[in-house]
């Protein structure tokens, strides 16, 4: 009989549950949203009963339309938003909505750990800075301002422990959504009791340690009348979706790298040992893969700010992609294709929303430098893919010095751009490969977490019989040499505007 995975992909906006086969073909998927509340500036939370709701709906929807037996579905398994902090008492009932990713409450609580321990020690334990983004200085927060939750907290959980513990009553976690608690040894592969104890946190209250491929549990009988699984399906923890998406892309060993082109972008690769960059712009998860490491570079705005643009200064384009049935980009396209390499010597620094990696600075702007009244608008909207492009090659520079890198798998909706690809190829002087699914990176990774964790795949190079590569692109040996002098000037220019973008913060 036929096995069939379940992966669920519990994301900032809803969960989308997808049902591969065994051979790796999508069967079908269902999305159901839920909230996202945003306030006091930078508070940011959802309900973990919603996160459930929508797991039950999507999973009910998915095994009515795909006509699959429940009987049929060998594994469920997950990938998850990370870096969130979801207080739960001992019968997993949650005491107050989760804090998620995007929360940047903790700031007071972050300072204080730097009390305790200097930026470069915290980084070489956990593989990541201290910041505000991460669960440990998120329990710290609740632990100071909200102490009878504290108290009545039993475990901390990320999206889909909670959902793991939904479905089999187990208490757990995996590797990279532990690395995202920022108080894992990410060396030892175990919780930091020097980081614990630092943020004076109670340690039991962090769920037990197992790798991705864990059998976390069973669907109970509870949980197989609200989901319709079968009762006694097993249950695979999965991972975090930033590192899930590695596998999803086929980064399963040494050198193996992808890049994810959404409204923000990231470039990863797979490393045997943690990659720590001396100035701290890169960071290094565990990855879901045992044994492995998952080093990136995560920009903050990307095609978010080519959105940007598209809705600012592109609204004939817009105006005639609605007259005609089609998209802004088409025209948009035709404008780029006018200008060249170097964008007729616009440059554009993409720091709308301050920046990540490499920089980290919340102070850097978006710029364009260098305008002159010959420039065209094809030289503007040229200038913004080639600067998001730089930014990510800077990360790219880093994760080489540790591994060789020739070939990176593109995804996300900036991968449509025929243009941009190009563009990709010639400034991280690499291979650019096209799959035909550009967003199901995260639930493919899922669902060969899932079938390696049941012994459905005997190991994650099952992941190649998924991925389908619809095209290439290889880069132009003069190009390169172009774009490697635009980005020194990219690079200067931000140096240069540095000290400003510092001024300009304290504007009143």
Known sequence: MAKYILAHDLGTSGNKATLFSEDGQLIGSKVTSYETHYFNDTWVEQDANQWWQAVCTSTKQLLQTSNIAPENIGAVSFSGQMMGCLCVDKKGVPLRPSIIWADQRAQKQSFELENYISQKDFYHIVGHRNTASYGIQKLMWIKENEPEIYEQTYKVLNAKDYIVFKLTGEFCTEYSDANSMACFDINKLKWSEQLIDYAKIDGDKLPKLFNSIHIGGYVTKEASQLTGLAEGTPVVLGGGDGVVANIGCGSISSGKTYCCMGTSAWIATTSEKPIFDESMRTVTWAHAVPGLYAPNGTMQYAGGAYNWVKETICQYECFLAKQNNSSPHIYMDEEIKQSKIG???????????????????????????????????????????????????????????????????????????????????????????????????????????????????????????????????????????????????????????ESLYEKMSRRI
């Open 343 to 497: 964008s007729n010597g616009v440059v554009f620094l993409p720091y709308l929303l301050g920046e990540r990696a490499p920089r980290w600075n919340p102070n850097a702007r978006g710029s364009w430098l260098g305008l002159k009244p010959e420039n065209t608008k094809g030289d503007i909207l040229r200038s913004v893919l080639e600067g998001i492009t730089m930014n990510l090659s800077i990360c790219l520079d880093i994760l080489r010095t540790q591994v060789d890198i020739n070939e990176i798998l593109v995804i996300g909706g900036g991968a449509q751009n025929k243009i941009w690809r190009q563009i990709m190829a010639d400034v991280f002087n690499a291979n650019i490969k096209v799959p035909k699914l550009l967003e199901e990176a995260g639930s493919m990774g899922a669902a060969v977490i899932g079938g390696v964790g049941t012994g459905i795949f005997k190991d994650f190079t099952a992941i190649n019989k998924f991925i389908s590569i619809n095209s290439e692109h290889t880069p132009c040996k003069s190009s390169v040499e172009e774009y490697k002098y635009v980005k020194d000037i990219f690079n200067t220019a931000y140096f240069s505007l």
